[in-house]
């Protein structure tokens, strides 16, 4: 249990400084593009993939770090991306919306809508191949009334697909929930379509790990989809209230993980981020032929 302690803190500090790093670093005009960071969101992210292996795939939001790296995207592969530099995830530059690896089953940070359509393409080749294999498509609350994301939902639960659907809600989409949605429930919609709905506290990252756990065992031996609805409020980068991650770990210490672990954690953390960035800004830019090869 101590080692999925560290692994989950690890996970959700790693997230946590490499968007504050992004933030500092599009504040300075280093990065191009705008930034969509997941801050608040750690323990969604880590919950969930914390479950996942070689088998599984996964379709991030356009806040799409905290996904990446739950998901096993390297890290410094992501930072020099962001930078647009050749030795990034994807060699060329894409920016936030674009980071992925196929190889690890990252899909993509997709745009607002992509994830649950994607995601059903990879459950439904799992199903047919019988590998086992459990799809999880992140989206947000401003996304959950979209007819891309209610036919996903309606195709996971006929085709029986082993799908896992989280709904990050952070109460701020836009439109506003209350003029575009009667419903104040997203977990609720479940119903409709046949499957399992929970909603789940986003800043406990032991409630999210549990419902997640059960979710993606019951979809491994053919269940069906499952609608999680993830609550939290998002938080602005270097805002005091830290949120899941200073609740987990105060929980941790409280049940006996010592503190000197957490902060060696955290030193290491710091380092890794640091070196991404430098590796990042020493690295070349793409040549033109990597524009065209479409890696």
Known sequence: MTGLLREAYRMMRTIRVFEQCVHDASARGELPGAERLHAGDEAAATGVC??????????????GYGHCIAGGVDVKGMMAELYG???????????????????RGMLGANG????????CGTALAA???GTGGVGV??????????????????LATTWC?????????????????????????????????????????GLDFFAVYEAAGEAIVRARNGGG???????????PPGCAYGGCLERFRGTVLDGGLEESILDRIDGEVAALVAASVAEAKAAPEPASADLETGA
Request: hydrophobic share 45%; aromatic share 6%.
């Open 225 to 235: 989809p499952t609608l999680i609805e993830v609550r939290r409020f998002a938080i």
């Open 85 to 103: 530099r050749r030795t990034g995830s994807r060699r060329r530059g894409g920016g936030a919306l674009h980071i992925a690896d196929l190889a």
């Open 112 to 119: 607002v809508l992509g994830g649950p359509s994607l995601i």
């Open 50 to 63: 914390l479950h996942l292996d070689e088998r599984d795939a996964i379709a991030g939001t356009q806040r």
């Open 161 to 201: 697909l082993p799908v896992l659907f989280i709904a990050e809600n952070t109460a701020w989409p836009r439109p506003s929930r209350g003029w575009s949605v009667a419903s104040d429930s997203i977990a609720d919609r479940a119903a409709a379509f046949g499957m399992p709905g929970e909603i789940v506290d």
């Open 127 to 129: 199903k047919q191949q």
């Open 137 to 154: 498509a992140f989206f947000g609350d401003g996304a959950s009334g979209d007819g891309a994301t209610l036919e996903a939902l309606h």
